[in-house]
Nanobody
Framework: QVHLVESGGGFLQAGGSLRLSCAASGRTENNPAMGWFRQAPGKEREFVAAISWSGRLTFYSDSVKGRATIARDNEKKTSMLQMSSLKPEDTAVYYC???????????????????WGRGTPVTVSA
């Protein structure tokens, strides 16, 4: 299994930007596909973005498309998520995921990934 640790986030203002990082360790020799999900209070965990092992393919949910960029550095075993034009509805705990069990699409679900980080909270104030 892949061990994931997220960092970044915190308290941000609407219209601002955020940068999250995810450090991977453990079974990373195959550079597994990685993704980001988020879970707002009282809501289900939802897909944000995903990136293929090579970094050439990226996928985004409709809610962040055009505002988010996912990237990875296979040498450093990290994944990054940048988002701009933040909205209060972006407030959530953001989770890093790895080892997709299915082909990547823009409609991934939590069941599509095998490894998870503990999450990092992001709060966007109006």
């Amino acid at each position: 299994q892949v061990h994931l640790v997220e960092s970044g986030g915190g308290f941000l203002q609407a219209g601002g930007s955020l940068r999250l990082s995810c450090a991977a360790s453990g079974r990373t020799e195959n550079n597994p596909a990685m993704g980001w999900f988020r879970q707002a209070p009282g809501k289900e965990r939802e897909f944000v973005a995903a990136i293929s092992w090579s970094g050439r393919l990226t996928f985004y949910s409709d809610s962040v498309k055009g505002r988010a960029t996912i990237a990875r550095d296979n040498e450093k075993k990290t994944s990054m998520l940048q988002m701009s034009s933040l909205k209060p509805e972006d407030t959530a705990v953001y989770y890093c995921a790895a080892e997709s069990l299915n082909s990547l699409t823009d409609r991934m679900t939590p069941n599509d990934f095998n490894s998870w980080g503990r999450g990092t909270p992001v709060t966007v104030s109006a």
